[in-house]
């Protein structure tokens, strides 16, 4: 029933935690991951996806350099001014 809870919450708010387990967002300096194994095997581990952020923090800098480019309505935007040249 546990499981199902954190689903539910994580679904609603987008934290799975519980009374019984608190779940914290992965960082760079807090790296802990929420493991649900299986029935009674829900747990919080240290590290365990370190080398894998590690090798995505770059990358995370170039997105968020884009971001400031390229906005959700950019080919909306390339496309009218396209338009308006050719009228």
């Known amino acids: 029933m546990e499981k199902l809870q954190m689903w539910t919450n994580f679904a609603r708010c987008g934290n799975p ?3 019984q387990i608190e ?3 992965y960082s ?3 790296q802990n991951v929420l493991v649900i194994a299986g029935p009674g ?5 240290h ?5 894998q952020y590690k090798a995505v923090l770059p990358l995370l800098g170039y997105y968020q350099f884009m ?3 390229f906005t959700p ?3 909306l ?3 009218a001014a396209r338009k308006s040249k050719q009228q």
């Open 17 to 19: 935690s519980t009374d």
């Open 23 to 25: 779940w914290k967002a």
């Open 28 to 30: 760079a300096d807090d």
């Open 41 to 45: 095997d829900i747990r919080i581990q």
């Open 47 to 51: 590290d365990l996806l370190a080398d």
């Open 67 to 69: 971001d400031k480019f």
């Open 73 to 75: 309505g950019y080919l």
């Open 77 to 79: 935007d390339i496309l």
